[in-house]
């Protein structure tokens, strides 16, 4: 997270970090204007996903994925109002889009069309491309 806080930071930006309370995880980055700690996960997802428009998930661990899957069921089940999830790194993602199209699909455990939920690329252009059209979208 801290490349992202130093990239809004460094395009003059607000970043806010959303930070949870664990004993063995690092402490928020210098590059956050405004931190809010929470001690559970619950909580900071109920947050991240009730003011955000738009998710990049970088590869990580079962936070992550985490994250990502109770946002997309959230969407799928019209809990709340679809954006992006935008997944970065090909080479990490793909292999569970394969996992999710090859099996649950097949299984009947999710339609095709939940597929869409996910965007994935390598280039931050085509990122930033993907959220502004969702702006634009949102604003017309």
């Not at 309370?21 to 700690?37: F, G, H, S």
């Not at 001690?39 to 992550?64: E, N, Q």
């Amino acid at each position: 997270m801290e490349a992202a806080n130093r990239g809004a930071k460094d395009a003059d930006g607000k970043s806010i970090g959303c930070n949870i309370v664990l004993p063995q995880e690092q402490k928020p980055n210098p590059y956050l204007d405004r931190v809010i700690e929470f001690d559970h996960f619950f909580v900071r997802k109920v947050m991240l996903v009730k003011y955000s428009s738009a998710f990049v998930a970088l590869p990580g661990g079962f936070g992550t994925l985490d994250e990502v899957f109770e946002t997309a069921v959230l969407m799928q089940t019209d809990k709340i109002r679809e954006f992006p999830i935008i997944l970065m790194g090909r080479s990490y993602w793909d292999q569970m889009h394969d996992f999710l199209k090859q099996t649950l699909v097949p299984e009947n455990t999710i339609n095709t069309d939940d597929l869409a939920l996910f965007r994935c690329t390598d280039d931050p252009k085509h990122v930033i491309h993907i959220i502004q059209a969702r702006q634009t979208q949102i604003s017309e």
